[in-house]
């Protein structure tokens, strides 16, 4: 089936308000964006275990290119954990890689939190499709956050 839409985590939702876990996105040191390939299917309604980075479905696909966007991801910067006018938004500054990164079919990303160790470890927050195939050849990949942000949860 592959990539078709960006979801959050309902784990993620659920851990957090049954305090299961303890993400802080606004001050967790390390929130990062792995990029992956179309030989995955995503599914926000994983256990926490399998929303981890290198778990699930997260195991394989990554798409990196060394110290330009290392495995694992790079880490965001600039987050914003904000709520206004009965909407929750979770942003970042646009995510580049270094200035001469080769990467090849990129789909999507997995955005998790690498500060947390238990009791999940690299657990993931959410994953947004790109609407398609990227790639870029000795250049700079960048994500460009939309004007939403990473997403928004409106109540």
Same mark, same amino acid.
């Given at each position: 089936?592959?990539?078709?839409? =960006?979801?959050?985590?309902?784990?993620?939702?659920?851990?957090?308000?049954?305090?299961?876990?303890?993400?802080?996105?606004? =001050?967790?040191?390390?929130?990062?964006?792995?990029?992956?390939?179309?030989?995955?299917?995503?599914?926000?309604?994983? =256990?926490?275990?399998?929303?981890?980075?290198?778990?699930?479905?997260?195991?394989?696909?990554?798409?990196?290119?060394?110290?330009?966007?290392?495995?694992?991801?790079?880490?965001?910067?600039?987050?914003?954990?904000?709520?206004?006018?009965?909407?929750?938004?979770?942003?970042?500054?646009?995510?580049?890689?270094?200035? =001469?990164?080769?990467?090849?079919?990129?789909?999507?990303?997995?955005?998790?939190?690498?500060?947390?160790?238990?009791?999940?470890?690299?657990?993931?927050?959410?994953?947004?499709?790109?609407?398609?195939?990227?790639?870029?050849?000795?250049?700079?990949?960048?994500?460009?956050?939309?004007?939403?942000?990473?997403?928004?949860?409106?109540?």
């Amino acid at each position: 089936m592959a990539w078709s839409a =960006s979801k959050v985590f309902a784990t993620y939702l659920t851990d957090i308000v049954n305090n299961t876990t303890a993400m802080d996105l606004n =001050s967790d040191a390390s929130i990062k964006a792995a990029l992956f390939d179309n030989s995955i299917t995503p599914s926000a309604t994983v =256990s926490s275990a399998n929303s981890a980075f290198g778990a699930g479905v997260w195991a394989s696909g990554e798409v990196f290119d060394g110290a330009e966007w290392a495995t694992g991801g790079v880490a965001l910067g600039s987050i914003t954990s904000t709520f206004a006018s009965n909407v929750y938004t979770f942003d970042a500054a646009n995510t580049a890689s270094g200035s =001469s990164a080769t990467l090849a079919a990129v789909f999507g990303t997995l955005v998790y939190d690498d500060t947390i160790a238990a009791p999940v470890a690299d657990q993931g927050i959410c994953f947004n499709y790109f609407g398609g195939t990227n790639s870029v050849t000795d250049g700079t990949f960048t994500i460009i956050w939309n004007a939403a942000g990473i997403f928004t949860i409106t109540v």
